[in-house]
């Protein structure tokens, strides 16, 4: 899987870590690096269908960011129409991300603010390290959150909080976005990318079919009436009885070994 200069692609032994790099601008996000992105989340869809890819991590390049935001410089002069395209190619990237068959970590190693902050909310989960800084600083700009802000962050951390951070435009630290479920852990940086490939790989290392339907059912679930979600559940429960690993995991905890799952 190829990157580009501002978009690295390491392929660890079925972990895709990608990382966003272009560290002097804080790896603001230009429209290059959004089809970038978007190149390489469907060669990762790919991969994880032909069981090539079995998790995915997306980081930034340098000490200081994970992506400070969109692109201002590019976004500047901006009319109402490219604007509109350039949120819509942001949230296609969200989907891609959502729509992933295997799990997505983001491990965020700084400012994640604006386009940052939204992209990190497109992932399963967040990891940060201890200095990263978290925030919606759109209206500082004269605009709102244009890549999922406004509602992914709201589904993470409820209304109240998000609203909060979109029309004040505050900057929390990585202890703050763990207290309000925004962070799911909060690491030394230098254990920050250590750690949140080793959760991957663990990840990585379960039945591939199930993570991919728990995943789907998850974020089909949350859209939906209880009852409906609950339906959702149980139809997919049922369906992993048609699947060659529910046996070979079931038959390995019965016969006290650990199971070799084929991703079928
Ligand atoms: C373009 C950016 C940038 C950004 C930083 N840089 N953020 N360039 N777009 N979002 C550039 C700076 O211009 C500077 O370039 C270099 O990165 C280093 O940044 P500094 O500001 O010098 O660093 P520092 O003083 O440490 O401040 C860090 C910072 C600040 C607090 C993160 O850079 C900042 O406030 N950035 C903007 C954050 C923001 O408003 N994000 C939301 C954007 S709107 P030079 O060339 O001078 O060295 C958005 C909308 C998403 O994301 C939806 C779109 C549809």
């Given at each position: 899987?190829?990157?580009?200069?501002?978009?690295?692609?390491?392929?660890?032994?079925?972990?895709?870590?990608?990382?966003?790099?272009?560290?002097?601008?804080l790896?603001?996000?230009?429209?290059?690096v959004?089809?970038?992105?978007q190149?390489?989340?469907?060669?990762?869809?790919?991969?994880?269908?032909?069981?090539?890819?079995?998790?995915?991590?997306?980081?930034?390049?340098?000490?200081?960011?994970?992506?400070?935001?969109?692109?201002?410089?590019?976004?500047?002069?901006?009319?109402?129409?490219?604007?509109?395209?350039?949120?819509?190619?942001?949230?296609?990237?969200?989907?891609?991300?959502?729509?992933?068959?295997?799990?997505?970590i983001?491990?965020?190693?700084?400012?994640?603010?604006?386009?940052?902050?939204e992209l990190?909310?497109?992932?399963?989960?967040?990891?940060?390290?201890?200095?990263?800084?978290?925030?919606?600083?759109?209206?500082?700009?004269?605009?709102?959150?244009?890549?999922?802000?406004?509602?992914?962050?709201?589904?993470?951390?409820?209304?109240?909080?998000?609203?909060?951070?979109?029309?004040?435009?505050?900057?929390?630290?990585?202890?703050?976005?763990?207290?309000?479920?925004?962070?799911?852990?909060?690491?030394?940086?230098?254990?920050?990318?250590?750690?949140?490939?080793?959760?991957?790989?663990?990840?990585?290392?379960?039945?591939?079919?199930?993570?991919?339907?728990?995943?789907?059912?998850?974020?089909?679930?949350?859209?939906?009436?209880?009852?409906?979600?609950?339906?959702?559940?149980?139809?997919?429960?049922?369906?992993?009885?048609?699947?060659?690993?529910?046996?070979?995991?079931?038959?390995?905890?019965?016969?006290?070994?650990?199971?070799?799952?084929?991703?079928?």
């Amino acid at each position: 899987m190829l990157g580009t200069d501002t978009l690295l692609v390491d392929d660890d032994a079925g972990v895709l870590v990608v990382t966003i790099n272009r560290p002097k601008a804080l790896n603001a996000l230009n429209q290059a690096v959004i089809a970038g992105l978007q190149h390489v989340l469907d060669e990762a869809a790919e991969a994880a269908r032909a069981g090539r890819a079995r998790a995915l991590v997306l980081t930034g390049a340098g000490e200081k960011a994970f992506v400070a935001g969109a692109d201002i410089a590019a976004m500047a002069d901006m009319s109402v129409g490219t604007a509109r395209e350039f949120a819509r190619s942001g949230h296609a990237v969200g989907d891609a991300l959502a729509s992933l068959p295997i799990p997505t970590i983001a491990a965020v190693n700084g400012f994640a603010l604006g386009g940052g902050c939204e992209l990190a909310l497109a992932c399963d989960f967040i990891y940060a390290a201890e200095n990263a800084k978290f925030g919606q600083p759109e209206v500082k700009l004269g605009v709102i959150p244009g890549f999922g802000g406004t509602q992914r962050l709201a589904r993470r951390v409820g209304l109240a909080r998000a609203i909060e951070l979109c029309l004040a435009g505050d900057t929390i630290d990585a202890a703050e976005a763990a207290r309000i479920g925004l962070v799911n852990r909060v690491l030394p940086a230098a254990e920050l990318l250590p750690a949140t490939i080793a959760t991957a790989r663990k990840i990585a290392e379960m039945g591939p079919v199930a993570v991919a339907e728990a995943k789907r059912v998850l974020y089909a679930g949350a859209g939906l009436p209880l009852s409906q979600a609950n339906a959702l559940e149980v139809e997919a429960f049922a369906g992993l009885f048609d699947t060659a690993d529910q046996k070979e995991g079931m038959a390995a905890f019965l016969g006290k070994r650990k199971p070799e799952f084929k991703g079928r």
